[in-house]
């Protein structure tokens, strides 16, 4: 098997896409390959115990907690996130990282490593470092950025006070490149009728539209005016039937026979919500989600959690309570 990955790796061809087309090609000595199945695994094995190696700092890394579980290093692919609850628990835990690649002859890439700041106004009330605060990887200062992308979802330093409702709104621009490169792939390829032209948008642009709703779903649906995401669809469906834009979104929704994509949404999070119901307890991910179920009504003040915003999110697309939330499975 050794052999057979030293074989994948003996060869690896590349080319870099530039405005006057492709570069030569070249060979690639650093990193995993990008879409390859054995990445993920072959990062893995690498990286088996730089989670031990994180915890044995103990409360010089700050670690942070989350429904009374120590939250480890986010690892997935070729990229890793250390969180950390302070500034010096953050640097510490860069030192250790540093200690552990120079150990298992790794390398990490500086110029793409970023530092976000997510307490609250950060040292100057923006986000920003504080007076005398800096980070730093093997000597090279790293960047400070306002926002970062992790597993497709775009993070920024709003996230902590309004949820991840900015998620949405990344995504609601790639939905929308998305769109008009479907409809001119469909117009190519004689695809005109308005039934095509919906089928095509639930294949290629709804799932980059809705990708990641069971996160940042409960503070779209929970916001009074219409969601950029959402308004992406209502354009296609305008668009589609030829309709000018003083047309209401529920009669052009009405003659395509289509729900808006809220619909989806709440089904989504409320299967997510299932299968953390389910797991009983034993993912982090669960103990973090429904934190704030036990003692819900016992008058004590809980932080904002996902689970406390998941029923007035509902109920407000539904203008009903959501019986769902009362029993661990929702009829389909």
Same mark, same amino acid.
Not at 29 to 42: D, N, R
Not at 65 to 86: E, I, N, Y
Not at 173 to 181: D, T
Not at 289 to 307: E, I, N
């Given at each position: 098997m050794l052999q057979a990955i030293q074989a994948m790796y003996a060869d690896v061809p590349v080319c870099v896409r530039t405005e006057e087309g492709l570069s030569g090609c070249f060979?690639?000595?650093?990193?995993?390959?990008?879409?390859?199945?054995?990445?993920?695994?072959?990062f893995g094995i690498f990286l088996d115990d730089f989670e031990g190696h994180i915890q044995q700092l103990g409360? *010089?890394?700050?670690?942070?907690?989350?429904?009374?579980?120590?939250?480890?290093?986010?690892?997935?692919?070729?990229?890793?996130?250390?969180?950390?609850?302070?500034?010096?628990?953050?640097?510490?835990?860069?030192h250790a990282l540093q200690d552990y690649c120079n150990a298992k002859k790794l390398t990490v890439n500086a110029k793409k490593t970023q530092v976000m700041i997510m307490r609250p106004g950060g040292g100057s009330g923006n986000g920003k470092l504080a007076a005398g605060e800096s980070f730093e990887y093997a000597g090279l200062p790293l960047e400070v950025a306002s926002s970062t992308k992790y597993l497709g979802l775009t993070f920024s330093q709003l996230s902590k006070q309004h949820g991840f409702a900015s998620c949405a709104d990344v995504l609601a621009?790639?939905?929308?490149?998305?769109?008009?490169?479907m409809r001119r792939r469909a117009?190519?390829?004689?695809?005109?009728?308005v039934e095509q032209q919906c089928m095509l948008f639930d294949v290629f642009v709804k799932p980059v539209l809705s990708y990641g709703c069971e996160l940042w779903g409960v503070d779209v649906l929970l916001r009074p005016d219409c969601s950029s995401v959402e308004r992406v669809h209502r354009w296609f469906c305008r668009r589609v039937q030829g309709l000018p834009k003083q047309v209401t979104a529920a009669i052009s929704l009405a003659e395509l026979g289509r729900q808006p994509l809220q619909s989806f949404w709440i089904q989504q999070l409320v299967r997510f919500w299932n299968r953390l119901q389910n797991s009983g307890g034993r993912r982090p991910s669960a103990g973090v989600?429904?934190?704030?179920?036990?003692?819900?009504?016992?008058?004590?003040?809980?932080?904002?959690?996902?689970?406390?915003?998941?029923?007035?999110?509902?109920?407000?697309?539904?203008?009903?309570? *959501?019986?769902?939330?009362?029993?661990?499975?929702?009829?389909?």
């Open positions: 060979q690639s000595v650093l990193g995993v390959k990008q879409g390859c199945p054995l990445s993920p695994l072959l409360d *010089a890394a700050a670690l942070p907690q989350l429904a009374g579980r120590t939250v480890p290093p986010l690892l997935f692919a070729d990229d890793m996130f250390l969180l950390s609850s302070s500034a010096s628990g953050l640097q510490a835990q860069l621009k790639a939905g929308r490149q998305a769109m008009f490169a117009w190519e390829l004689g695809a005109c009728l989600g429904l934190q704030g179920q036990s003692g819900a009504h016992a008058g004590v003040r809980r932080p904002r959690c996902w689970l406390s915003l998941l029923e007035p999110a509902v109920a407000a697309c539904l203008a009903v309570r *959501a019986p769902c939330l009362r029993h661990p499975r929702m009829a389909h």
